[in-house]
């Protein structure tokens, strides 16, 4: 198994620092820089995958690596979601790790032996109907993190409730790991304190609140990240 180092996102998510990781909705450029300037720490960008939530195609890494080239510029932390059924190749893995990506997120179930093998940090994650079975199985992988991407689809955009704090508590308290929350439900500012309180060690902004245009960007992404910044400690 490769040994992973630790980066600056890998420090903030074990350090209680809740940065704010930006998903894009579209792969362009613009968006990604209005996301780092509203105040996103690390970008999550997708291949190989229907994005159900936008109703976005992402393409194979070799349609996508233009603009991974570009973005690779932003100096950020840069994530990957690495597909569905087809998934990159051992070289596509060596090619984003060579690009600066840092780690690569897919359900677990549709894991390949072979990404484990990349230099990419796993972090996969556990669906709806993640069982405590699944749950141990990614806690078992070495130098794994995870996502939490437990919502139902037809919850997706409906507010933050209690019932899904509990979710969220019920896993980080048995993962001991990193778990990130996807914004599978609309956060908001306010919800930031909460995510932190069940445990999550940071906010993955999807469509569903960040939108496809750079001024939804800003405006969905500022007062999150300024809540994710007061709830954090002091360094």
């Known amino acids: 198994m490769p040994i992973y180092p630790e980066t600056r996102l890998t420090r903030a998510l074990r350090g209680g620092e809740f940065p ?11 968006l990604a820089k209005a996301a780092i300037g509203a105040g996103a720490f690390a970008i999550k960008v997708h291949l190989n995958a229907y994005h ?4 976005t195609t992402f393409g ?34 060596d090619a984003l790790a060579d690009l ?23 972090m ?5 109907k993640g069982t405590d079975e699944e749950l141990a199985k990614i806690i078992a992988i070495p130098g794994v993190m995870m996502e939490a991407s437990v919502a139902a689809f037809a919850d997706y955009g409906k507010p ?26 609309r956060f908001v500012g306010d919800d930031m304190p ?6 999550i060690a940071a906010p993955l902004l999807g469509f569903i609140v960040t939108g496809t245009t750079t001024e939804s960007m800003e405006a969905a992404v500022v007062p999150i990240a300024e809540s994710a910044r007061a709830s954090a400690p002091l360094v």
């Open 52 to 55: 159900r939530a936008s109703g």
């Open 20 to 30: 704010v990781i930006v998903s894009l909705a579209r792969h362009d450029l613009d």
């Open 124 to 128: 996969p994650a556990l669906g709806e």
């Open 194 to 199: 909460k995510l932190k309180a069940a445990g």
């Open 160 to 185: 933050l409730n209690e019932t899904d704090l509990a979710r969220y508590r019920d896993i980080t308290s048995k993962a001991g790991i990193p778990v990130i929350a996807p914004s599978q439900k």
């Open 60 to 93: 194979s890494f070799a349609e996508e690596r233009p603009f991974f080239e570009k973005l690779a510029t932003l100096g950020v932390p840069l994530l990957v979601m690495a597909g569905q059924e087809k998934v990159p190749s051992p070289e596509e893995m």
């Open 100 to 122: 600066g990506f840092e780690g690569f997120n897919i359900y677990f179930s549709d894991m390949q032996p072979h990404l484990l093998q990349s230099r990419l940090r796993p």
